[in-house]
């Protein structure tokens, strides 16, 4: 997706500064507006807020601290710069009282003053946008979702954390979200144009894990037929996360922290150095000081990684988030697959509240598109939780026809099969089972 251009307002009452400032402007990649008073520049604000203002000081009418002053808490939303040979010490200050970003005497900083003040209040405005979704039912922050205590206090630290280039790591029960945590640190902080990569050091062997972080040339070894970017300069200017870092191999992480210490790189079999600038966010579902204790895992990479810890709480503690959990992935798979989305009947909530929930939002959201197939209604029951969910919660209803193993089982299959229009792998992944323990059952039943 293509961003728009932010909108740069310039604002001056002589002619020539002011057109000579606008081609400047449009030059750099923004989108320019003119305005010649403060009183024409408000004017426009009032109709569409700009990302960045330059403007003069002295003007007729409406001069530059007056037309900042009138533009309150927008102030706020706005890189504005003033551009002025008139630059006194009390002025300046006022200014930036104001809501001035910077005050320059001459345009010579221009372009760079505008890019870090256009990030900075790009920024501004996306935690505000967060903090409004965090007011809303789903009570969501990025790409998080829930309202809890410990998230709202996760919430707090991201957004205390996110504009820096800190290393970060974050710890917690596997199904937490630890990914999506480091997606959003990525999304909130300056570097969210670059990319966000995420690797986990689990999957890869000892021998492929240097490969796949620093890249290697052309006939470094017998199978590297080509030159090969790694994880470090495929995130350049963006985001690196390692997860299951505790996993890395012992010979490949004094490498690692040599490459956090110097912010460079060299491909194997290369005979150069490649400066980088990555953030690198780490996770894992162990506690890290016990695999620094256990020998898993270098002191001092710990020490290098653990500048900012998040540990992420388990769903199990975070109680008034299960159920709105669960209406959010409801209403999302029955988009999915183009089902209604059932009512609740009155067990339903606390049958899932009842649940310890060991796999966290992993294991709920994987209940809730496991129902949303294969539930036929009129509601959602604590039955159907026990039924699809394989756990015993509560105690049928005693007015309940019971059902046998074996019917419930053939039941669901064929609903997973419908819902799947016929594809046996994706039916096959609904149900928890194998493709191949599918096929069995099914030719099973055909012989009933």
């Given at each position: 997706?293509?961003?728009?251009r932010?909108?740069?307002l310039?604002v001056?009452?002589?002619?020539?500064?002011?057109?000579?400032l606008?081609v400047?402007?449009e030059?750099w990649?923004?989108?320019?507006l003119?305005?010649?008073?403060?009183?024409?520049?408000l004017?426009?604000?009032?109709d569409?807020?700009?990302?960045?203002?330059?403007?003069d000081?002295?003007?007729?009418?409406?001069?530059g601290?007056?037309?900042?002053?009138?533009?309150?808490?927008r102030a706020q939303k706005?890189?504005?710069?003033?551009?002025?040979?008139?630059?006194?010490?009390?002025?300046?200050?006022?200014?930036?009282?104001?809501?001035?970003?910077?005050?320059?005497?001459?345009?010579?900083?221009l372009?760079?003053?505008l890019?870090?003040?256009?990030k900075?209040?790009?920024?501004?405005r996306?935690?505000?946008?967060l903090r409004?979704?965090?007011?809303?039912p789903l009570?969501s922050?990025?790409?998080?979702?829930?309202?809890s205590?410990?998230?709202?206090?996760?919430?707090?630290?991201?957004g205390q954390?996110a504009?820096?280039d800190?290393?970060?790591?974050v710890s917690?029960?596997?199904?937490?979200?630890?990914?999506?945590?480091?997606?959003?640190?990525?999304?909130l902080?300056p570097r969210?144009?670059g990319?966000?990569?995420?690797?986990?050091?689990?999957?890869?062997s000892?021998?492929?894990m240097?490969?796949e972080l620093?890249?290697h040339?052309?006939g470094?070894?017998?199978s590297a037929?080509?030159?090969?970017?790694?994880?470090?300069?495929q995130?350049?200017?963006?985001?690196?996360?390692?997860?299951?870092?505790?996993e890395?191999?012992?010979e490949?992480?004094?490498?690692?922290?040599?490459?956090?210490?110097?912010?460079?790189?060299?491909?194997?079999?290369?005979?150069?150095?490649?400066?980088?600038?990555?953030?690198?966010?780490a996770?894992t579902?162990?506690?890290?000081?016990?695999?620094?204790?256990?020998?898993?895992?270098?002191?001092?990479?710990?020490?290098?990684?653990?500048?900012?810890?998040?540990?992420?709480?388990?769903?199990?503690?975070r109680?008034?988030?299960?159920?709105?959990l669960?209406?959010?992935?409801?209403e999302?798979?029955?988009a999915?697959?183009?089902?209604?989305?059932?009512?609740?009947?009155?067990?339903f909530?606390?049958a899932?509240?009842?649940?310890s929930w060991?796999?966290?939002?992993?294991?709920?959201r994987?209940a809730?598109?496991?129902l949303t197939?294969l539930t036929?209604?009129?509601?959602?029951?604590?039955?159907?939780?026990?039924?699809?969910?394989?756990?015993?919660?509560?105690?049928?209803?005693?007015d309940l026809?019971p059902?046998s193993l074996a019917?419930?089982?053939r039941?669901?299959?064929?609903?997973?099969?419908s819902?799947?229009g016929g594809?046996?792998?994706?039916?096959a992944?609904?149900?928890g089972?194998t493709?191949?323990t599918?096929?069995?059952?099914?030719?099973?039943?055909?012989?009933e």
């Amino acid at each position: 997706m293509v961003r728009p251009r932010p909108t740069v307002l310039v604002v001056d009452d002589d002619d020539a500064t002011r057109n000579g400032l606008t081609v400047l402007v449009e030059s750099w990649g923004y989108n320019p507006l003119e305005a010649s008073d403060g009183k024409a520049a408000l004017k426009i604000c009032d109709d569409d807020l700009p990302q960045a203002i330059v403007t003069d000081l002295m003007m007729p009418g409406m001069n530059g601290l007056e037309f900042v002053t009138a533009l309150g808490e927008r102030a706020q939303k706005i890189a504005i710069v003033f551009v002025t040979g008139q630059a006194t010490i009390d002025t300046a200050v006022q200014a930036i009282k104001l809501g001035a970003y910077d005050y320059l005497p001459k345009p010579q900083r221009l372009r760079e003053v505008l890019e870090k003040g256009l990030k900075q209040v790009s920024l501004a405005r996306e935690a505000g946008a967060l903090r409004q979704r965090l007011e809303s039912p789903l009570g969501s922050y990025g790409a998080l979702i829930g309202k809890s205590a410990p998230m709202r206090r996760l919430y707090q630290q991201i957004g205390q954390i996110a504009p820096t280039d800190a290393a970060v790591l974050v710890s917690g029960e596997s199904g937490t979200g630890k990914e999506l945590v480091a997606q959003t640190l990525h999304d909130l902080s300056p570097r969210r144009e670059g990319n966000f990569l995420a690797l986990n050091c689990a999957a890869i062997s000892p021998t492929l894990m240097e490969s796949e972080l620093f890249g290697h040339e052309k006939g470094a070894f017998t199978s590297a037929v080509d030159r090969h970017l790694g994880c470090f300069e495929q995130a350049d200017g963006g985001t690196l996360l390692l997860d299951e870092i505790t996993e890395m191999a012992l010979e490949i992480q004094p490498k690692f922290l040599r490459v956090l210490e110097e912010g460079q790189i060299r491909r194997i079999g290369g005979n150069k150095n490649i400066p980088l600038s990555v953030r690198v966010v780490a996770a894992t579902n162990r506690q890290p000081a016990a695999a620094v204790k256990e020998g898993q895992l270098r002191q001092d990479l710990f020490y290098r990684l653990n500048v900012f810890h998040l540990e992420l709480p388990p769903l199990r503690e975070r109680g008034e988030d299960i159920a709105l959990l669960a209406g959010f992935f409801l209403e999302t798979f029955a988009a999915k697959y183009q089902r209604t989305v059932l009512p609740w009947n009155a067990d339903f909530a606390p049958a899932l509240q009842a649940h310890s929930w060991p796999g966290n939002v992993r294991e709920l959201r994987n209940a809730m598109e496991r129902l949303t197939v294969l539930t036929s209604g009129p509601n959602l029951t604590a039955k159907d939780f026990q039924q699809y969910c394989l756990t015993a919660l509560v105690e049928e209803p005693s007015d309940l026809a019971p059902m046998s193993l074996a019917e419930a089982e053939r039941q669901a299959i064929e609903r997973a099969l419908s819902a799947t229009g016929g594809n046996k792998t994706q039916a096959a992944q609904l149900l928890g089972i194998t493709p191949k323990t599918l096929n069995a059952k099914l030719t099973l039943y055909s012989k009933e």
